[in-house]
């Protein structure tokens, strides 16, 4: 059960981080919010 | 509709993330791939983990268990190697050992890879490497570099407070996943609990009669070039330790604390009949004082940082000026795992006798290299022979 809430809680952040970076504005931060969404999908797809 | 400016800079950045997402994903997944061993032509059989605890079938830890068995009747040895998987010349130690020993009599059994899991990663936050190699006369063989714990992705969560079983000792979150806390370990707990106690029922199951637990430690750590035993074991730990000293090789005796809960050195001894033996040897790159972390200094144990330690006297070092190879870490390892065997003996009528193990000059002179030779010749003929 844990291992699905783990992975439930990382595609969550996953998808927010998501709209962020297609709802900002400045190209710089969209580049800060996707390094965050890296290591976020490596955490969905269980590999890192 | 055309694009928003911000939707096309997006949709490159996102582009850019799947790019980075797969080349770092692909390096991670290459961890998961086993190192491949060659046991030496006296392997009589192979096991796994599970076979002593079924709860641990299918995950990341049901390791592989090889038996020696020799013509005479004798006692039984347990050599553990890769309980900490950032501790490279204790993995090695064992490899070593398995790829070369033979027996005439007694039984050994080895478990290179103790906490497989901890190979699949390394430390957060410590810029480890995730491979090293070593020169062998057939080419370069490559082993994985590991964590000290079991790997987060294969138990999770961790909780605030460690609290061992049974004893109630409480210890940070994160040693939760330290095999060498989790001793006697129990069936229903985290993985790493199962793995403990499956290692229990080894010892139990097959009566092991002598049994080591390889490690290093930063140079530091207190407890460095030392052999810490159980009290039941003293007689033969002091004999070894004596030898050893004859040799020229430093090595302190460390008795197990008895109110130190979850090592393989108290827990062991304490629910088992076993006389439990845990070595330490010095590894600059699990010290805070390291500077680069590479490859190089775990093969080579050379560090600036530690030589300027050592030099300015103020901090007392397990450190030479030449630096710690893994050649002299894995020597070490051997030679007072074979010292403790030939004590274990001397005091008993039912010997385990090995040979075709190398001592400790010849390490350091021929390298590690020179006895994992046979294997690296295995993989390019196998290579050649087309099989995967």
Same mark, same amino acid.
């Given at each position: 059960m844990l291992y699905w809430i783990y992975i439930a809680i990382a595609a969550f952040i996953s998808a927010i981080l998501l709209l962020e970076l297609w709802r900002e504005k400045d190209w710089r931060v969209q580049a800060a919010i996707s390094m965050v969404l890296i290591v976020c999908i490596l955490r969905v797809l269980q590999i890192k | 509709m055309p694009l928003k400016k911000n939707h096309v800079s997006a949709a490159i950045i996102l582009?850019?993330?799947?790019?980075?997402? !797969?080349?770092?994903?692909?390096? !991670?997944?290459?961890?998961?791939?086993p190192d491949v061993f060659y046991p030496s032509p006296s392997l009589t059989r192979e096991g796994r983990l599970s076979d002593y605890f079924p709860g641990l079938e299918g995950t990341a830890n049901d390791s592989k268990v090889y038996f020696f068995e020799g013509k005479e009747s004798g006692s039984t040895a347990l050599l553990l190697g890769g309980t900490h998987g950032n501790e490279a010349a204790s993995a090695l130690a064992a490899v070593?050992?398995?790829e070369n020993v033979e027996i005439s009599a007694g039984r050994l059994i080895v478990l290179p890879r103790a906490n497989e899991s901890g190979y699949t990663c390394t430390d957060p936050m410590e810029g480890y490497p995730q491979f090293y190699s070593i020169d062998t006369r057939d080419g370069a063989r490559r082993f994985r570099f590991g964590s000290r714990l079991t790997n987060p992705l294969h138990q999770w /969560? &961790? /909780?605030?407070?460690?609290?061992?079983? /049974?004893?109630?000792q409480q210890l940070s979150g994160f040693e939760t996943r330290n095999l060498n806390r989790s001793y006697p370990g129990r069936p229903g707990g985290s993985l790493t609990d199962k793995t403990g106690y499956a290692?229990?029922?080894?010892?139990?199951t097959e009566k092991v009669d002598v049994a080591f637990d390889l490690h290093e430690a930063a140079p530091e750590i207190p407890i460095i070039n030392a052999i810490v035993y159980h009290e039941k074991a003293e007689e033969i730990a002091l004999n070894a330790i004596f030898e050893l000293e004859m040799e020229g090789i430093n090595c302190s005796p460390e008795r197990s604390p008895e109110n130190f809960h979850g090592l393989s050195h108290r827990e062991?001894?304490?629910? #088992?009949?076993v006389n439990p033996f845990l070595m330490e040897t010095s590894n600059p790159i699990q010290g805070r004082l390291r500077g680069r972390t +590479?490859?190089?200094l775990i093969v080579k144990g050379v560090s600036p940082e530690y030589l300027m330690a050592l030099e300015s006297g103020a901090l007392k070092i397990a450190y030479l000026p030449a630096g710690e190879p893994i050649e002299r870490r894995v020597a070490r390892h051997i030679t007072a795992f074979r010292r403790?065997?030939?004590?274990? +003996?001397?005091?008993? &009528?039912? /010997?385990?006798?090995? #040979? +075709?193990?190398p001592e400790y000059s010849d390490v350091l002179e021929k390298g590690v290299g020179e006895y994992l030779a046979r294997g690296a010749r295995k993989t390019d003929e196998t290579k050649k022979a087309g099989h995967s």
């Open positions: - | 582009l850019a993330s799947a790019v980075v997402s !797969f080349l770092a994903g692909r390096e !991670f997944l290459l961890m998961r791939e070593i050992v398995l /969560p &961790d /909780p605030l407070v460690c609290s061992h079983w /049974p004893s109630g290692i229990m029922q080894l010892i139990k062991w001894g304490d629910y #088992t009949q +590479n490859a190089e403790v065997i030939e004590a274990y +003996n001397s005091l008993g &009528d039912r /010997p385990v006798i090995l #040979t +075709n193990l």
